[in-house]
């Protein structure tokens, strides 16, 4: 597959998108093993809850813990993309977003190789990119079909925040992968849409990984 086609060439470096990176079938055995396990797996926030696979990153280092057959599956055909320079995939956070939950301005940080892959089941959601200074000026609105792969690298990852705000719908006429000069988006732009439950797999790479093991 050929990244440059879904690069979004409207905002700083670098974004990619890819809409139906997955398909049905796939999401529905995604959804089905996350919503299988055990549920002291899950970590409850206030505003979402997460399971982590692969480990959880620490500054120290993070242990490395076995990871499923059916995630290895999603995370060699993001390793195909060779994003993280010599390095694979080796961390997993999946997320759940109930209509109304969302998740504040941030940044992944140095525990990480900087790039993250973002795939979308469930629910569509809107991805937004801000400065990163007391005003959070506004840089652009990023939409996220379910079935779809987001990648975030270079400055829109090291320089810049992002978040989904706690909504149960999204005006989307405002997203830079679904306007006149970017269509990749299946989306008509006039829609408001509302939002169901949606789970997301942040795909990344850490850099500290001890040996030890748990298993």
């Avoid at 120290?60 to 055909?77: D, R």
């Avoid at 109930?98 to 525990?111: A, N, R, T, V």
């Avoid at 801000?130 to 829109?156: G, P, Q, Y």
């Avoid at 997301?200 to 790479?205: P, V």
């Amino acid at each position: 597959m050929d990244l440059d086609r879904y690069k979004i060439n409207s905002v700083p470096p670098t974004v990619y998108y890819i809409p139906s990176f997955i398909t049905s079938e796939e999401e529905s055995l995604i959804l089905k093993n996350v919503y299988s396990v055990p549920k002291p797996k899950w970590t409850c926030l206030s505003n979402r809850r997460l399971q982590d696979y692969g480990g959880v990153p620490h500054e120290k280092g993070m242990i490395p813990e076995k990871i499923p057959s059916w995630l290895e599956l999603i995370m060699n055909k993001i390793d195909q993309f060779h994003l993280f320079g010599d390095k694979k995939v080796n961390q997993v956070l999946v997320n759940e977003y109930l209509p109304g939950q969302g998740i504040m301005p941030h940044s992944d940080g140095p525990l990480f190789y900087p790039t993250i892959a973002t795939i979308t089941c469930g629910s569509h959601t809107v991805l937004e990119f801000s400065k990163n200074d007391e005003k959070r000026e506004k840089i652009c609105d990023l939409m996220l079909e379910s079935c779809s792969l987001v990648i975030i690298k270079d400055d829109m990852y090291s320089k810049y925040l992002h978040s989904i705000s706690e909504r149960v719908e999204d005006k989307i006429s405002d997203c830079v992968n679904i306007d006149n000069n970017y269509n990749n988006c299946r989306i008509d732009t006039s829609d408001v849409l509302k939002r169901s439950t949606r789970v997301s797999l942040t795909i990344r790479s850490v850099h500290k990984v001890l040996k030890i093991k748990l298993w």
